[in-house]
């Protein structure tokens, strides 16, 4: 629980006015804050008391007819950023905030204004969404030359300038810097499209994108032969490879390589949400898949499902969602079957629901039912006190496996790791480069019906540069297991949370 600020000494300027004017500074206020939560030094000493302060980069630059293109850095406000840092005797975070999420700036609508600065699609750039009723602007990191990345790069400069001119004294007190904030591939509907129940749209399929990932196959393969061996097709150059971009349920395709959805990498999600009013309160339920007949996993029900709760408050919790990615890449074409059953809080299977998945080839026959092995153990019905839904996969459904598609998947997580690597290099070259530097990203592969190849943000959670992991954690990664467990296996040397947000019952 953050401790309320204390009130203002009698006489003492309103805070508004303490930041403004010649010599406006937030480190009063900063000050204040803090001495209410404690001393800088915990008695043990093994604790500082520190902050972070937020530079949102765009919300430096001013309008100035005389200057180039428009708009000139605010002095004055890249100053009270140092004068900040210099009155405060605590370790500072710096956060040099500029992503989709706005600042309220008055020069973002005229970099939306240019096509260049956003992320596109198939059919073309995206337009200014909306996130909680603000904008939301889908700055594109597809490109280090355009106009977002110049004028990101120009305030980030002017940052680090000033606050080199600072006593190194004062830099020591630099514990970490941020970049950019949450950095990663966007898509239509960015408030409610994340999931893979939506329709598939990525980005990004700029111009600077289909040359990036024709050079990118032609870098990787060597030759086309080479790429049509690996992926059966027949190419007549890397110039005839276009990224895909068409679904092959609602669109005509040209050839096959173009087919695209939230499956076609070669894994489908299955998923759902389970509630065993039998089980300790507090306790997640256990999910099973079984693929035609043979058990293939075991997932536990934590997921944060506020739709659920929402719907069913009367179930008390909701953290009752359960997912598993089933890999299809490799399945023989045909029809498959799925069952998935509960562990009963009083032991034995209890069986929730079968669902039938049409693996199909790229001559698309009619999928023919394959052989079964009756090995399932023994399940009954689902009891009165269990209460369940299996989101995916729909019934029947038809899965296409099209092996360009993780290419094009990579590809567009190397953008995003491009992209972060720029500001690393930029901050390496000035006087503040051996200050640790962080992302300060989500991981989306943890969300129950999120679809992590939208964000295409992988990548980014593994070092790089002299970038660690800045993480940040939501609903349920804040107070329980499941952060530890993704942060196991995903082999990270160190962390460190760049924001908090639990949430739910």
Known sequence: MTAP???????????????????????????????????RHSPDGRLLVGYTL???????????????????????????????VQGVDRPVVLYLFSSHFSEGAPIEPVLASDPAN???????????????????????????????????????RAVSGALCRLPAATRARLAGINLLGETHQLYPAFETG?????????????????????????????????????????????????????????????????????AAAG?????????DGAQPVGRSSWVRIYLDGQWVGRVPARFERQDVAQARPELGTSRLGWRYDLRFADLPPGRHRLDVALEGAG?????????????????????????????????????????????????????FYNPLVPLWDEFRARQVVRYLEHFDRLLAATCLADVPRRTQQIYPAEKAGWDASRFAAGQSLLPFGQVQLGINLYGEATDDASFFDWLARSRQPGYSVTEFHPCGP
């Open 5 to 39: 600020a204390p009130a203002p000494a009698p006489g003492a300027p309103p805070p508004e006015a303490a930041c403004a004017g010649a010599q406006g500074s937030a480190a009063g206020q900063v000050e204040s804050i803090l001495s209410a939560l404690g001393p």
């Open 54 to 84: 937020v530079v949102p980069l765009l919300n430096l630059f001013r309008p100035d007819a005389a200057a180039a293109g428009g708009w000139r850095i605010d002095d004055e406000a890249v100053q009270r950023v140092a004068r900040t």
């Open 118 to 156: 956003l992320a596109q699609t198939p059919r073309g750039p995206l337009p200014v969404d909306r996130y909680m009723g603000q904008p939301m602007y889908p700055w594109s990191v597809a490109r280090l030359d355009n106009g977002i990345t110049q004028r990101r790069d120009e305030a980030m």
């Open 194 to 262: 994340m999931g893979t129940d939506q329709p598939y749209v990525v980005t990004d399929y700029s111009p600077t994108s289909r040359a990036g990932f024709a050079a990118a196959l032609r870098q990787r393969f060597g030759t086309v032969a080479a790429l049509n061996r690996y992926l059966g097709s027949s190419f007549a150059d890397f110039d005839a490879v276009q990224p895909p971009s068409r679904d092959i349920r609602r669109q005509r395709l040209d050839n096959f390589w173009q087919h695209i959805d939230d």
């Open 267 to 275: 894994r489908v999600a299955v998923s759902g949400w389970v509630h």
């Open 347 to 399: 032991g034995g299977l209890q069986h929730l629901g079968t669902r039938h998945i049409n693996v199909m080839g790229r001559e698309q026959r009619p999928p023919v039912a394959l052989p079964m092995r009756l090995d399932l153990p023994p399940m009954r019905p689902a009891g009165a006190r269990v209460a369940f839904w299996i989101d995916a996969p729909a019934d029947e459904r038809a899965l």
